[in-house]
């Protein structure tokens, strides 16, 4: 199994380091043939119009959005925003693949950071202990989503349609491999 990692901007050496401790072939990826033999890709967090901006420059809008179609991704933070179909505004790249609304920055300002415990759908053991960094939420739903969690107030923060997956938190930035492993368990079912 070897897993890319979109390393344009932001937290993508945390997520190499995340798979790598899974025993997995983790690789940074930032041109697009470097998509070709991957089973799977990340697109972490950072800054999502940055993030943007550097997929356009580097020629990799339309090679994510047809690798998305067909292999297991999964967005953080950032990588939600990215993979969303709507954001509300119509200036920002994005991907358009997984069938959520998302409110890009919907806590406010890096000062209004914060961290919680999540109960996960199909994440056994322990509360899952989030990091929200200037983070989105999920606004909307389209049937095919599952909604995997969400906070006190309701509000929905992490999602997973078929191979697609994404969360508004950084899982990267705990010590907590069980978000990685399930989706490393998403990319051998699509190889099975």
Same mark, same amino acid.
């Not at 420059?57 to 998305?68: C, N």
């Not at 200036?91 to 806590?107: S, Y």
């Not at 929905?156 to 697609?164: N, Y």
């Given at each position: 199994?070897?897993?890319?990692?979109?390393?344009?901007?932001?937290?993508?050496?945390? %997520?190499?380091?995340?798979?790598?401790?899974?025993?997995?072939?983790?690789?940074?990826?930032?041109?697009? %043939?470097?998509?070709?033999?991957?089973?799977?890709?990340? *697109?972490?967090?950072?800054?999502?119009?940055?993030?943007?901006?550097?997929?356009?420059?580097?020629?990799? *809008?339309?090679?994510?959005?047809?690798?998305?179609?067909?292999?297991?991704?999964?967005?953080?933070?950032?990588?939600?925003?990215?993979?969303?179909?709507?954001?509300?505004?119509?200036?920002?790249?994005?991907?358009?693949?997984?069938?959520?609304?998302?409110?890009?920055?919907?806590?406010?300002?890096?000062?209004?950071?914060?961290?919680?415990?999540?109960?996960?759908?199909?994440?056994?053991?322990?509360?899952?202990?989030?990091?929200?960094?200037?983070?989105?939420?999920?606004?909307?739903?389209?049937?095919?989503?599952?909604?995997?969690?969400?906070?006190?107030?309701?509000?929905?923060?992490?999602?997973?349609?078929?191979?697609?997956?994404?969360?508004?938190?950084?899982?990267?930035?705990?010590?907590?491999?069980?978000? %990685?492993?399930?989706?490393?368990?998403?990319?051998?079912?699509?190889?099975?």
């Amino acid at each position: 199994m070897k897993i890319g990692v979109l390393a344009l901007q932001g937290a993508f050496i945390e %997520h190499i380091k995340m798979l790598r401790r899974l025993g997995v072939d983790a690789v940074e990826v930032r041109l697009p %043939h470097q998509l070709d033999q991957l089973d799977g890709l990340i *697109i972490p967090g950072g800054e999502s119009t940055t993030i943007g901006k550097l997929a356009t420059a580097y020629g990799l *809008i339309a090679p994510l959005r047809r690798f998305a179609q067909s292999t297991p991704t999964w967005g953080t933070c950032a990588g939600m925003i990215f993979l969303a179909k709507d954001i509300g505004i119509d200036e920002q790249p994005i991907l358009g693949a997984m069938d959520i609304t998302v409110d890009r920055n919907a806590f406010g300002r890096q000062i209004d950071s914060f961290e919680t415990d999540l109960e996960i759908a199909g994440l056994a053991g322990a509360p899952f202990h989030a990091v929200f960094i200037r983070a989105p939420v999920v606004t909307a739903v389209e049937p095919e989503v599952d909604v995997l969690a969400r906070l006190d107030d309701g509000r929905i923060v992490a999602v997973r349609q078929g191979r697609l997956l994404a969360t508004a938190f950084h899982p990267e930035l705990t010590d907590d491999l069980r978000l %990685h492993s399930v989706f490393c368990d998403i990319v051998k079912e699509t190889l099975a």
